[in-house]
Each structure stands twice: as structure tokens, then as C-alpha cells.
């Protein structure tokens, strides 16, 4: 906190045309013209104190010409890096705490840190990549974002199934976009800054993908004629062992009659390196070990998720998630009485 209070400068990458133009916006909300300067003459000519607009000659300071685009990437530039300093600061915190209890009483502290999920930053020039197109089934609203979204700007519908398919679609898209995304990053803050964004991207999209498929799960069961009897904990579908008896005992069939035993298993896998990502900050763990038996990590090693592994979270949720919507629309022709048997 200190280091905050005393300034903290944020490195922004400046991203230019093929002619090292700048792009820039008129700040004058009766124009909003969309210009370009070249950038060495931006930083030599132009002073902060007073900019001009070349289509209405409106006045105003020399920081108030970033696009929507640009503002929103310095936004979330500015408050990765921050994040990542505060991070720092706390997961030192803890182990400090934690070293200096004494050892052998009867009261026992500890201090433990659970980091919130990364602020990504994905520089203007690569977010088109990522954009991705919605209609509303109920009012036919058509609009854009870049990754899922969640609700019609018009009517507020949220579909369960709509919204899944679409986090699965804007992570595959995420996936593709990887090269782009990381040429755009080396262009303007070099490789580690590009290697590091790739990374975070990954990471993202498995935990987002398990998340997804939680949101789609609890959903769906609610459809189910005898849902209201069962009782469902909370974070129930985070557990896949516990979530499939529950299906079993309101349908009938549980996963395992919607996936092959090997996807089942490696469905597992992703779920646990989901909660490492969440929790964990990545470190393997001896509990993580145990539940997936997985041979390719030692207890503290960092989580490498690679691009096939995404891409194979994303078909196998994908896949449940359309065989429980299969049961749920089986079980709404079946009087109750044939179901409960």
C-alpha cells in the first residue's frame, strides 16, 4: 500500500499503424472525429498543455485524445499492474505471518492469500480478434463484446444455454487469436511481455470454461420436473463425482453415461487444475496430486496450461453439457413417477 500511495508508474504499450501514425479522437462531444498523427511528431510537437482537433479546432490538453479503445486498454493495463504489485505484497505478507507464529500451542494462526482472477489486458490492435457477436432469442437485439456476454442490453434475457455456448466460443476464439495476440504484445512491450499475456490468456480460459460450465449446470437442473426435491448444496457442480450422483438420482444417469471413462478422468484432471488456478496461483499442491494422480508435476511446480489442453476442456464440457440438456428435455416428457423410479 505504501508503494501505491507513493506513485506507481504503469509501462503502456503505444500501438501504431503500418506508418507509425497514432490514432486519436476529438474529445469534443460535438465532434468526436477520428484522426492520426504520427507519433515522433506527437511527442516532439504537440504540447501537453493544448492539442488542436484538425477537423473543428477544438482546444483541450494533449492527454484527452485516446480512443474509446485506447482509454479502456490503459484502463486495464493500469490496473493489472497494480494488481500484480498488490498480489506481490500480500503473498509476501502471508509467508512472513505465517513463519513468525510460534510453534506447539494450543492456538494456532495463519494467514493465507486467494488471488482473484488476472486482469488481462489485450492491446487494441488484437481485440477484434476476440469480439464476439450476440442476438437475443427472446427480442433479437443484436450486439458485440469482446469475449462472453451475459445479458440483452435490451431486455436483459440471460440464457443459460446461450451464454455457455458463447464462453465456450469466445475461449476457443481466445485460443486462435493466440498468435495475433502475441505478435501485437511483442510489437510494443517486447517477448516476456507477450509470453506473459499468452499465459494469462490460457489460464483464463480453462478456469472460465469450468466456471461456465458450473453456471450452465445449475441452470439446467432447475429444469428438471423434480429439481425442487432434491436438495442441492452449494458449489455442487464444482464436484464432479458429487454433481453426477445427483443427476443420477433425478434422471436416472449420472456423466459417466455421457462421457467415455478416459474423458471422464481427464474432465477431472482440468477441474482440479481449475481449483490450483483459482486458489493456488497455479502451485501443485499434494492434494492435487492425489485426487488426479497426475505424474507430470512434483508438489510445487507451476501449472503449465498449454493451448490443446483449452481446446480439450472446451469440447468435453461442451459435450457434457449437451447430454445433461438432452436428459433435462427426456425427463420434461416423463411423468414424474417414471423418473423417480
Known amino acids: 500500500m505504501k508503494r501505491i500511495e507513493r506513485g506507481v508508474q504503469v509501462p503502456i504499450q503505444v500501438h501504431l499503424d503500418d506508418d507509425g501514425q497514432l490514432d486519436r479522437r476529438c474529445p469534443s462531444k460535438a465532434c468526436q472525429a477520428d484522426f492520426k498523427v504520427l507519433l515522433e511528431d506527437w511527442k516532439a510537437k504537440v504540447r501537453d498543455e ?3 482537433c484538425p477537423i473543428c479546432r477544438y482546444e483541450s490538453k494533449g492527454t484527452d485524445w485516446n480512443t474509446p479503445a485506447q482509454r479502456e486498454y490503459i484502463r486495464k493495463a493500469a490496473l493489472s499492474h ?43 490492435t488484437a481485440a477484434d480478434c476476440l469480439r464476439q457477436h450476440f ?15 451475459f445479458f440483452c442490453p435490451a431486455c436483459g434475457h440471460n440464457s443459460a444455454s446461450t451464454t455457455f455456448l458463447k464462453a465456450v466460443e469466445s475461449v476457443r476464439t481466445s485460443v486462435t487469436a493466440l498468435s495475433a495476440i502475441k505478435d501485437a504484445v511483442r510489437a510494443g512491450a517486447g517477448d516476456d511481455a507477450a509470453t506473459d499475456t499468452v ?67 481427464a474432465l477431472g484432471v482440468f477441474f482440479q487444475q481449475r ?39 472446451a469440447d468435453l464440457v461442451e459435450q457434457l453439457a449437451m447430454g445433461l440438456k438432452t436428459l433435462v428435455a427426456a425427463s420434461s416428457t416423463v411423468p414424474p413417477s417414471a423418473t423417480s423410479s
Open 50 to 52: 493544448v492539442a488542436y
Open 82 to 124: 497494480v494488481q500484480e504489485v498488490v498480489r506481490g505484497a500480500l503473498r509476501e505478507d502471508s509467508s512472513r505471518f505465517n513463519a513468525q507464529q510460534p510453534r506447539g500451542g494450543f492456538i494456532k494462526l495463519s494467514l493465507s492469500y486467494r488471488p482473484g482472477s488476472p486482469i488481462i489486458a489485450v492491446p487494441p
Open 135 to 149: 442476438a437475443c432469442e427472446v427480442c433479437g437485439c443484436r450486439y458485440s463484446s469482446v469475449g462472453a456476454a
Open 199 to 265: 499465459r494469462q490468456i490460457l489460464e483464463n480460459g480453462l478456469v472460465k470454461l469450468v466456471a461456465s460450465f458450473q453456471r450452465f449446470a445449475e441452470a439446467t437442473f432447475q429444469g428438471l420436473p423434480n429439481a425442487a426435491s432434491i436438495k442441492v448444496r452449494k458449489n455442487l457442480f464444482q464436484n464432479l463425482a458429487e454433481s453426477s450422483t445427483v443427476w443420477r438420482s433425478a434422471t436416472g444417469k449420472g456423466y459417466d453415461d455421457l462421457l467415455s471413462a478416459s474423458e471422464l478422468a
Open 275 to 313: 481449483h490450483l488456478l483459482a486458489h493456488r496461483e497455479g502451485l501443485v499442491d499434494q492434494v492435487y496430486v492425489d485426487k488426479t494422480q497426475d505424474k507430470t508435476y512434483k508438489v510445487g511446480q507451476k501449472l503449465v496450461v498449454r493451448e490443446t489442453a483449452v481446446i480439450q476442456l
